[in-house]
């Protein structure tokens, strides 16, 4: 009887404990809580200054911090009302010193960044209506710079000059791709001299109306038009090849001041040209040889500044 009356009153002891404890025993320990969250706190305005420093901070050392924090704020914001009002300053005073340093701002979220990616510069956090958005990433203040555009195309406008045996000036421009170093180019030379005729004679000095007598003055006049294909094989050297319209012609002077084509010492045709490339830094220079319908050979060089 006497060991059914222990057991009755060890179960009635059981059921009543919960109640004749005392209410403070059952509350969270706010400090203990509001010390984590002050020391998660100061770790991500270290993290700040570190990046203010030109340190490099990577995401994944932010994360576990906004995480924790999020956790602790939700915690907060379901039970607030068990704490005292002592321990709400304390909160409030933590969270303003948080965000009191940097100007709000929209960030991005953690969820879409690579964690490999590495994040620098000035820290700052972003605020909803009821406090910290801890889903976002502590935000940079200078922004992060995009790569730079990567150059496509290699552009090169050069001077150009016939040298031997006549004298003509130009202009070329190319173009390249700026990976692969193939590319092409347009070119125009002449001398500008005037090609105009009143008649034409041959080299021994026979004409349609007889034998023509000089007046010993002569002119060579020079057109070439061209386009072709170019490659820049490794940092310096390239070489190029041309094809286009040239067009060559010798005039004789008579002695009444009439000027005659000489037809068997000029030709209109197909032009053929090659030469070497040597780039120079921003300078590249060219040399080569052109032809005039397989008659005309010509030296010519050029020099032109890379873009």
Known sequence: MNFKKIIFRAVLLLFTLPFLV?????????????DRYEHLCNECIDLKIKAQSGMKIKSGQIAPLLTDIREIRIQISQ????????????????????TSGSKLASCPSIDSLDTGKIIAGPVKAMETQDGIN???????????????????????????MGIVPNLSYGASLALSDHRTHWGGYVRFRSN??????????????????????????????????????????GKYFGLYLGTGWSRQTTLWEDISGKWAKVMDWSQDGVLLEGGAI??????????????????????????????
């Open 134 to 160: 801890y889903k976002s990433i502590i935000y940079l203040h200078e922004t992060v710079p995009s790569p730079p555009r990567q150059k496509k195309i290699d552009f090169v406008v050069s001077y150009c």
């Open 192 to 233: 500008f001299i005037s090609s105009g005729s009143e008649y034409s004679c041959l080299s021994d000095g026979s004409a349609s109306s007889g034998t023509i007598w000089t007046s010993g003055r002569d002119r060579i006049s020079i057109t070439r038009i061209s386009v072709g294909g170019r490659k820049v094989f």
């Open 22 to 34: 005392p209410a403070k025993a059952q509350e969270k320990d706010w400090d203990r809580i509001l």
């Open 278 to 307: 040597l780039d120079i830094g921003p300078v590249e220079i060219h040399a080569g040889v052109s032809g005039t319908a397989f008659r005309f050979t010509e030296m010519e060089i050029g020099i032109g500044i890379l873009f």
């Open 79 to 98: 039970e607030e009302s068990s704490m005292s009002n002592l321990q709400k300053a304390r909160f409030e005073r933590i969270r303003r010193s948080y």
